[in-house]
């Protein structure tokens, strides 16, 4: 079984490099034209499958998927709210990107503001990629891959060995994509890949659904309606992580900065042949991302209907629902895809990290008189060193906690301000290049500031830590319960066992009661009795504390997910697996489990939303350059000039098909909408 998985995986992998290198490898690679802009001669399938497939990483299928697992549908706004985003790409970013003529989003700041605002974003867009993108998507995406096609187990190598071998030999190939055939080869590669997800992400829906059903596809839809109904809805609760209310600040700004200014995504919109493809590839792409919700949400709920009481964490649960409804051969199909995802996502950064370095700053600082082949060989140098640099801090970031959460603060640090630059930028006349990089420096130390300055310490939460314990009859669980932080009245918390994969009364005794912290008091512990159990079970079962506060204070550590509940977990192993292995394991979780959580400390978006603190910071900043261009604006007034680098005639349709997706858009939101749950 394991042969035919890798097998396909083999073959259709290597299927998309040889029809993309059939396709490609006449295209001209040596000047900055053909190899940035890929000549500027790509239409409009080519833009929307690479756009497509440059967003969907494994960020997006793990991580979207695992979200809809904890909060459910409302998380569909990232797929829904980009194609507003889209919709301002195609009608008022592309027609003043390409009029320009730019590679880069900072060329077009230089022609609006000045050099040094051209060098200073150069150097953001980098620094960002190099130390917080590059890395990530090798290590999300080699994550995934070891879940999905067991390389350990393949392999016989241990699961960091693993994880240094894939994120080496998809950094290798994601490099030699994007450094020896630049950005068409790019773009062929991910509209390939993107048919191939495509189809697997739908095949995950559809073989998910039925599963759950049992009696296939509609019964599977009907099990979702009735048993997450509640869960099926667009609008966002204040305890999800996207409350309605952030649709309108942060969520919108993000999105805006992602499908109009960030390098990474846009760069293929450059190289159009004409506006009326760029704005067909754009519009196209958003019609596509309608349908993202089916194959980056649904499996996310379908995911939580199977194995919610099996304590998975939620970036675990798509590598095993694609393992548990797919076939072998459909799973290395799958797993080809995921890799494609994982390189367009890769080879896009790089590429783009390379014209950044090579028209933005080697052309424009290092060597003004650079030939193209210098510029374009810059270019490439400068990417394998950041590829091997990429592939070698990759496998580190396995200590850190919140990997996604860490991706999601940094991108905060550049998105905000740049975005706010590029948009005062091309709606005003006499704001002047001083404006620019002060709103550039502001907005990068003030969002800072708010991210990791601690204002305090931080409030009180309830944390279970984890047990493990060898099954059998006379033996007992115990779970440390802690309070953070002191409070100076009693706290109440109620506590129950909850059945997992073991069983109550075969597996462990059945308990439920309340704990009361007396003021000052931050300790407690619960005692659950084992039960000898001589049926043939797995080896391993788990059952759940679930913990609730009667006093307002939050819980951490949630395996799974009741609303404002959590569970610590209790693994029982059988007795005859009682190894030295597994010892091991339960003195090291018994040795943790009586350490003492940190308190952690208070920061401002612990008073304020995250999304609503990035709508203030943008706020602050476009009304900073504004005044600033009262004060003391430009001499004249700034004046677009276009260059005639590409047919301007726009697509005649195109203002139609964007009222049409907005309409599907707002259509969608009302049909889920439970609004209700704001009450």
Not at 77 to 103: C, D, H, Q
Not at 170 to 180: D, N, P, R, S, T
Not at 322 to 339: K, R, S
Not at 579 to 608: F, H, M, R, W
Request: include cysteine; hydrophobic fraction near 50%; proline fraction near 3%.
């Amino acid at each position: 079984m394991q042969f035919i998985t890798l097998a396909t995986f083999v073959f259709f992998t290597g299927l998309v490099g040889l029809i993309t290198w059939i396709i490609t490898h006449k295209d001209d690679h040596d000047s900055s034209a053909g190899y940035f802009l890929a000549g500027r001669s790509l239409t409009f399938p080519l833009i929307a499958g690479s756009l497509l497939l440059t967003n969907l990483s494994t960020e997006q299928m793990v991580g979207l998927n695992g979200a809809a697992f904890i909060d459910g549908f409302c998380v569909m706004v990232w797929e829904v709210v980009a194609v507003l985003a889209l919709v301002s790409m195609a009608l008022f970013f592309l027609p003043r990107f390409l009029k320009s003529g730019i590679a880069t989003v900072p060329q077009l700041l230089k022609i609006r503001f000045d050099h040094q605002t051209e060098v200073i974003t150069n150097l953001i867009f980098l620094i960002a990629y190099a130390t917080i993108l590059l890395p990530i998507i090798l290590y999300t995406g080699a994550r995934g891959m070891i879940g999905i096609l067991d390389v350990q187990g393949m392999l016989g190598i241990s699961e960091t060995a693993a994880l240094w071998l894939i994120v080496w030999v998809v950094g290798l190939i994601g490099a030699m994509y994007a450094l020896f055939g630049g950005l068409r080869t790019v773009a062929v590669s991910d509209t390939l890949n993107g048919i191939g997800l495509l189809i697997g992400g739908f095949l995950i829906t559809y073989f998910g659904l039925s599963a759950l059903g049992g009696d296939g596809f509609m019964s599977g839809i009907t099990a979702i309606k009735e048993s997450q109904a509640d869960r099926l809805n667009s609008i966002g609760g204040e305890g999800s992580s996207v409350p309605f209310h952030t649709i309108f600040t942060g969520i919108m700004l993000l999105n805006l900065f992602y499908w109009c200014t960030n390098q990474q995504i846009i760069q293929r919109t450059f190289g159009a042949k004409s506006l009326a493809e760029g704005q067909k590839g754009v519009i196209l792409t958003g019609g596509l991302k309608l349908l993202g919700p089916m194959y980056l949400v649904f499996p996310g709920m379908i995911a939580f209907a199977l194995f919610a009481s099996e304590g998975l964490k939620a970036d675990m649960t798509y590598g095993r629902l694609v393992n548990e409804v797919l076939p072998p051969w459909l799973t290395g199909f799958f797993a080809a895809a995921m890799i494609g995802a994982i390189l367009s996502s890769f080879n896009s950064a790089l590429n783009s990290t390379c014209t950044l370095f090579g028209l933005g700053l080697y052309k424009n600082v290092f060597k003004k008189d650079a030939t193209e082949h210098e510029v374009v060989k810059s270019g490439k140098v400068f990417g394998w060193l950041i590829a091997g640099a990429a592939m070698c801090v990759a496998p580190l970031l396995a200590n850190t906690t919140s990997i996604f959460a860490y991706l999601q603060k940094m991108n905060g640090l550049y998105f905000i301000p740049i975005f706010a630059v590029v948009i005062v930028g091309l709606l005003s006349k006499r704001v002047p290049p001083m404006a620019a990089k002060a709103a550039l420096i502001v907005g990068f130390l003030v969002i800072a500031i708010g991210y990791f300055v601690p204002l305090g310490s931080g409030d009180a939460k309830i944390v279970a830590k984890d047990v493990a314990q060898i099954e059998g009859a006379d033996q007992t669980v115990k779970f440390n319960v802690f309070l953070t932080k002191a409070c100076e009245k009693p706290v109440t918390v109620e506590y129950a066992t909850q059945a997992g994969t073991a069983e109550e009364s075969k597996d462990y005794t059945a308990t439920k009661g309340t704990l009361i912290f007396a003021p000052g008091e931050t300790k407690k512990n619960i005692t659950v009795n084992l039960l000898a159990d001589t049926t043939e079970e797995p080896d391993k079962e788990a059952f759940f504390l679930m913990l609730k506060s009667a006093d307002g204070i939050g819980v951490n550590n949630s395996y799974v997910i009741p609303a404002g509940a959590a569970a610590a977990v209790a693994r029982i192993f059988d007795a005859g697996t009682d190894t030295s292995e597994a010892t091991k394991q339960i003195a090291s979780l018994a040795k943790n489990a009586l350490k003492e959580p940190d308190v952690g400390s208070k920061y401002i978006t612990d008073y304020i939303h995250d999304f609503h603190f990035l709508g203030i910071v943008f706020a602050v900043l476009v009304v900073l350059m504004l005044t600033i261009g009262i004060v003391k604006p430009r001499e004249t007034d700034w004046i677009q000039e276009d260059v005639k680098a590409v047919d301007m005639t726009p697509w005649k349709h195109a203002p139609t098909a964007c009222v049409i997706l907005v309409l599907i858009v707002l259509a969608i939101y009302a049909f889920f909408a439970d609004f209700s749950i704001l009450g």
